[in-house]
């Protein structure tokens, strides 16, 4: 299973791009920078995008990668998120006002897009794998996303501060090869971090205690706010006992 990094970061700058992760060329898991990192000919390859919630920096590219699609004749793309994130999209992101309706276009019969709603912890086929999404704490609806093949499994926190269900299905998945776990601010931050339903080290440590599995499951640290990011990195660095990496654009992992 190849995991790639398009974008990881909590904001944007030339050298930081939004949530964007490529699962074995056809599959991702939400959209920040998918068209900003990603070829023309790899955009026209993926099958589907796996939205955890409808902030911008997740799903602005989205939009783009759309109208890239359709441009070239592309099947379409499945987008799948919660029923509160697929009903943002419909009325404020493609709603013929702020972008066309890509579900519509280029007929209503063989759209460039189309929605597929998660249902909390209910197991559905996307792209030859079983994904889950299980609902988190944010400010808007949020989930976290588990995505199980074959191969193995990746877990991906989506935007949240502390939460409970995800750690306790967590704990029941079988070969969980990686975790993309949050943390956006430095513990100084903390009234910030709570306020926005995000983490600090401080609290992603709290959190991973409730997870049992071994210790050395390899953690892939994402969405650090780039102000931020040389404190933040610091202070992850000193948690003790978890194998932390902090991802960077381009790292590809092999799981």
């Avoid at 939400?30 to 790899?42: P, Q, V």
């Avoid at 998660?118 to 792209?127: G, M, N, Q, S």
């Avoid at 989506?158 to 079988?174: C, I, K, M, S, Y």
Wanted: overall charge positive.
């Amino acid at each position: 299973m190849d995991l790639r990094v398009i974008g990881c970061h909590g904001g944007e700058t030339p050298k930081h791009r939004t949530s964007a992760f490529l699962i074995d060329d056809d599959l991702t898991l939400d959209a920040g920078s998918l068209t900003s990192g990603l070829s023309l000919k790899a955009q026209c390859r993926l099958e589907a995008c796996l939205i955890s919630h409808a902030h911008l920096d997740h799903i602005r590219d989205l939009a783009t990668i759309a109208d890239n699609r359709v441009q070239n004749n592309c099947p379409p793309l499945i987008v799948a998120g919660t029923k509160g994130t697929i009903s943002i999209l419909k009325k404020h992101f493609f709603n013929n006002l702020l972008w066309p309706d890509f579900a519509t276009i280029p007929t209503v019969q063989r759209p460039t897009i189309k929605y597929v709603e998660l249902r909390p912890e209910k197991p559905v086929i996307i792209a030859g794998r079983t994904v889950r999404a299980v609902l988190v704490d944010h400010t808007i609806e949020s989930a976290a996303l588990i995505v199980e093949s074959k191969e193995g499994a990746i877990a991906y926190s989506g935007d949240t501060g502390p939460t409970a269900r995800f750690w306790e299905l967590l704990n029941e998945v079988r070969d969980l090869r990686a975790l993309l776990m949050e943390v956006s601010f430095p513990n100084r931050q903390q009234k910030l971090a709570t306020i926005s339903g995000h983490h600090t080290p401080r609290t992603l440590g709290i959190e991973m205690k409730k997870y049992r599995a071994p210790k050395d499951l390899p953690t892939l640290l994402y969405h650090i706010k780039p102000s931020f990011q040389a404190q933040v990195e610091k202070e992850c660095a000193a948690l003790k006992g978890l194998n932390l990496s902090v991802c960077q654009l381009g790292d590809h992992f092999v799981l």
